[in-house]
């Protein structure tokens, strides 16, 4: 997998960068979000994003990584591909993305073009438990996090408590305890409830 570019800036329109990089040129689809930030640099370094098809190979570059981490996330929900990824990355910030999935804000999502109400919603519904926001940092994707936040609110749904009232509790205290035990995180949910 080619990870990043580092190279010299050859070429740059709102939707691809072509970089140069020891001779040969990369043609690299980009957001608006990562057109802003390296318009105007010469040399620049991209994280990327190859998807490799039958008839085609093509490279998605982001600034930075939680850029490239919302896009491999959006891709992997059903009914939206790589471009339907990049035309929200370039209506939203990875920020704005994961606010609006956090929240379930299907209306803001909806607002992006070619993004209907089923889409928006499937967004959210495949992605909330995948996206933890952190104050000013962004986007975190964490696997292990978003597994013992499903099995603690099972565990609570059958102690009779709803998923909804017990989420958010269970993702701040990940956040406060990142490396808590699945126990422990009940007994402490269980305990500010």
Same mark, same amino acid.
């Given at each position: 997998?080619?990870?990043?570019?580092? !190279?010299?800036?050859? +070429?740059?329109?709102?939707?691809?960068?072509?970089?140069?990089?020891?001779?040969?040129?990369?043609?690299?689809? &980009?957001?608006?979000?990562?057109?802003?930030? &390296?318009? !105007?640099?010469?040399?620049?370094?991209?994280?990327?994003?190859?998807?490799?098809?039958?008839?085609?190979?093509?490279?998605?570059?982001?600034?930075?990584?939680?850029?490239? +981490?919302?896009?491999?996330?959006? &891709?992997?929900?059903?009914?939206?591909?790589?471009?339907?990824?990049?035309?929200?990355?370039?209506?939203?910030?990875? *920020?704005?993305?994961?606010?609006?999935?956090?929240?379930?804000?299907?209306?803001?999502?909806?607002?992006?073009?070619?993004?209907?109400?089923?889409? @928006?919603?499937?967004?959210?519904?495949?992605?909330?438990?995948?996206?933890?926001?952190?104050?000013?940092?962004?986007? &975190?994707?964490? @696997?292990?996090?978003?597994?013992?936040?499903?099995? @603690?609110?099972?565990?609570?749904?059958?102690? !009779?408590?709803?998923?909804?009232?017990?989420?958010?509790?269970?993702?701040?205290?990940?956040?406060?305890?990142?490396?808590?035990?699945? *126990? *422990?995180?009940?007994?402490?949910?269980?305990?500010?409830?």
């Amino acid at each position: 997998m080619i990870h990043h570019l580092r !190279g010299k800036l050859t +070429e740059l329109n709102p939707t691809y960068a072509v970089i140069d990089c020891g001779g040969i040129g990369y043609s690299v689809h &980009i957001s608006l979000n990562t057109y802003s930030k &390296i318009t !105007g640099a010469d040399d620049i370094c991209l994280l990327t994003y190859p998807i490799f098809k039958e008839d085609s190979q093509t490279l998605f570059g982001f600034y930075d990584k939680n850029e490239r +981490e919302v896009f491999g996330l959006l &891709i992997s929900v059903s009914g939206v591909g790589a471009n339907t990824a990049r035309v929200i990355l370039s209506s939203l910030s990875p *920020e704005e993305v994961s606010a609006c999935i956090k929240a379930e804000d299907v209306d803001t999502l909806k607002s992006v073009k070619g993004i209907g109400a089923k889409t @928006a919603e499937r967004i959210i519904v495949d992605l909330k438990n995948k996206i933890d926001i952190k104050a000013g940092s962004g986007s &975190i994707i964490n @696997a292990n996090s978003s597994s013992l936040v499903s099995e @603690a609110t099972t565990a609570l749904e059958v102690l !009779g408590y709803s998923s909804k009232m017990t989420n958010k509790l269970l993702n701040n205290i990940l956040k406060e305890e990142p490396a808590i035990s699945l *126990e *422990e995180l009940i007994k402490s949910t269980l305990k500010r409830l």
